[in-house]
């Protein structure tokens, strides 16, 4: 008893303490919180504030047209919408009831943006912060797959790798689905690449990899696959605090351009991965998608290599045709099983996803098409992966026609 | 050219459309910005403010004496400074000289603590996020070991794991030294725990676990080792967001007690990994340490198991004496090559940390006792860490005397 109340004594002095790790206190409000009916309620503490709002994506949005060099875009700002101040200085909104997704927002005090002090969630997009929640309204919803359930789960690792062509060490980060560890099967791999201001982390933080490949998987909806993020910005090799130069993010274009193009250096990745993991390797056991940016080099890669991708996914960004049609009619000659192309209808790219399609129709190239609503944005790319990964990796594509095959399905596969 | 110039639109369309992924812009801002003579300037831009201060940890703390059940402690509360308002709206203050060390602060806007919108590099501490920085005053300060260098680098995985006794699936964090998954090497194992308000992810990201042992198993200073993170909260499986219930942190005290302790559930942690990684064992290769909470774990450990911990770091954290002194008996009975334990000269553990050190000494155990200054504060953690894992598998301790013994070195070891 005696040894107890000490034990007992010391943890709560070791615990008091630690409070200190922390530079400031819980704020005791709850925010935000889920009500029954989907509606969801924000709350903020400051008596001395004048006006308080929220603004994110679960409001409806408000587009603006912006002109950038003569081509004109649709904008969609997030709407925002003003919290009533009740007793003790305490502000709430509660929205209207929401579809399950998962969202962000901040808070607009007197004007100047600041995060939810009450909401641990948080996301990193570029160089900016926003709190996030998720909603499940129903199983089976866009939320859903976004949230953890009690299904086995995959690890999430962070890989550095040589790269020669770069002449860095760069990092990846690697999915691999539950049961990899234990067992000997060999896998296909996803290639999958971010936007121009994003990094390694983007897809397994924003976009909720893990979870949406977990769920998929347990499911039976998607088959188990090793999902590869790369960093695909030449001058960073890794995400901010990750790096040597520590770096603050920036879009990809404001920096000087490098002579080496995403097709010079993903070979660079592909050997690193099939080397260190169990890759069922070949153009059956092989995708690439990507979004914005990323869209763009997975077109490129496709171009470049096109007995390598059975399968290819263009989320929200595209290639040029003009000086690629030779290249596109070699990427076709193989029948690729998927070549997907998503795009937002609110979304600037959409008039170049519509050409690319209309010219690979107009060639008899089998291509896919998906519009969702909505413009460039997050919200879209995780519905587009969900979408895509339940469609890679089931059937065999036709033994390919023309010239000579990268490696062949090596059979280590159960499909 | 008409291709280039079609890609390069494309390139800027998709660019300036992701800009939209962000909901708020960058700041133009630089904050903060580290001066060559180790001054740091902070610039936060905000015309209505009256009074913006900036508070952390580079600056000078106020000693608050705080009352917990009777026993009295020292609380180092963080020191204050007042920002001056320039041209524009733009605030700034330039800090003393400091040392080489990762820093935290926060804004306080009219007395409202706010993130530097400026600095994209954040750390959550329980449910609290501070920005931060490093500083590397001069090669080998505490500060140029959490910073990335360019030497190799080791992975960082989150994996899940299956425990049985606690009858959940886990997750843990695990560091795997440069060439792992290029060799056939086997590893010894640190197992490093958190404290009561952390999660798996702490050590990784407060702790900088993964830049401290790149750099000092690269300047030779730390043998290649496997550290091993788990999530020591019985009632938490992993950390916000990663986890079923989607946690809000809280301290481990707030919650019901489980009636299982430590020692119950942490052979299924061991279990796990000495199945899914090259691991070195035997009570040479395998060392234990924590911080806080997880300092008295490690304490517990290695009484519960006197044949299986080598080395044992206890960081701002001790066990009980009365009630376990024949368990110290066993301990020290294996000679263990170092039994560490750590505290700050104002850390309210210090008079337990001391009791015990001094109480190992009159029984003629042999432990070694490392005062610092300050408190119980992540600063203290990373600096014992970078300590203590110079110190580990360099030498064999003696052959154990008493008792049987775990299965041996395995032999697999290059020392």
Chains 1, 2 share one sequence.
Not at 87 to 103: D, Q
Not at 204 to 214: C, E, K, P, S, V
Not at 343 to 371: H, I, P, S, T
Request: aromatic share 12%; glycine share 10%.
């Amino acid at each position: 008893m005696k040894r107890l109340f000490l034990v007992a004594s010391l943890l709560t002095l070791a615990m008091a303490a630690s409070a200190q790790q922390a530079l400031g206190p819980g704020t005791g409000i709850v925010s935000p919180e889920i009500n029954p009916d989907n509606t969801v309620t924000f709350r903020y503490h400051n008596p001395k504030a004048k006006v308080v709002q929220v603004t994110g994506d679960f409001l409806p949005s408000r587009p603006i047209e912006v002109d950038i060099n003569g081509q004109k875009m649709v904008y969609n700002a997030p709407g925002v919408a003003d919290l009533q101040e009740g007793p003790g200085g305490v502000w709430t909104y509660t929205s209207a009831p929401l579809t399950g997704e998962l969202y962000s927002y901040s808070f607009l005090v007197d004007g100047h943006r600041e995060m939810d002090p009450s909401n641990v969630h948080q996301n990193r997009d570029v160089a900016t912060w926003t709190n996030i929640f998720t909603l499940s309204a129903r199983p089976g919803d866009a939320g859903w797959y976004y949230e953890v359930h009690n299904v086995p789960h995959g690890s999430v690792s962070h890989v550095w790798y040589d790269s020669p062509t770069l002449n860095s060490q760069r990092r990846m980060t690697v999915y691999t689905p539950a049961g990899y560890e234990s067992g000997n099967q060999h896998y296909p791999v996803l290639y999958l690449l971010h936007g121009s201001g994003g990094d390694e982390d983007a897809w397994a933080d924003l976009g909720r990899t893990a979870q949406i490949m977990d769920n998929l998987i347990a499911e039976g909806k998607a088959k188990p696959m090793i999902v590869v993020m790369p960093n695909g910005v030449w001058f960073n090799q890794a995400a901010p605090g990750a790096a040597v130069n520590n770096f603050q993010p920036t879009m990809a274009n404001s920096r000087s351009q490098s002579t080496k193009e995403i097709e010079d250096s993903f070979p660079d990745v592909m050997n690193f991965v099939e080397k260190h993991y169990r890759v069922a390797k070949g153009y059956s056991n092989t995708a690439v998608a990507g979004l914005s940016m990323g869209g763009r080099q997975s077109c490129m890669l496709s171009l470049h290599y096109p007995d390598t991708f059975g399968y290819v996914g263009l989320f929200s960004g595209v290639g040029a045709i003009e000086g690629n049609e030779e290249g596109f009619a070699k990427v076709f000659a193989y029948e690729p099983k998927l070549y997907w192309i998503a795009c937002g209808k609110a979304d600037g790219v959409m008039v170049n996803a519509k050409r690319l399609k209309e010219w690979l129709d107009f060639q008899g190239f089998k291509a896919e098409m998906y519009e969702s609503e909505g413009g460039h944005i997050w919200r879209n790319w995780r519905v587009y992966l969900t979408m895509f990964a339940q469609r890679l990796f089931k059937q065999q594509p036709k033994a390919p026609k023309p010239v000579r095959m990268s490696s062949a399905n090596n059979g280590d596969v159960d499909f």
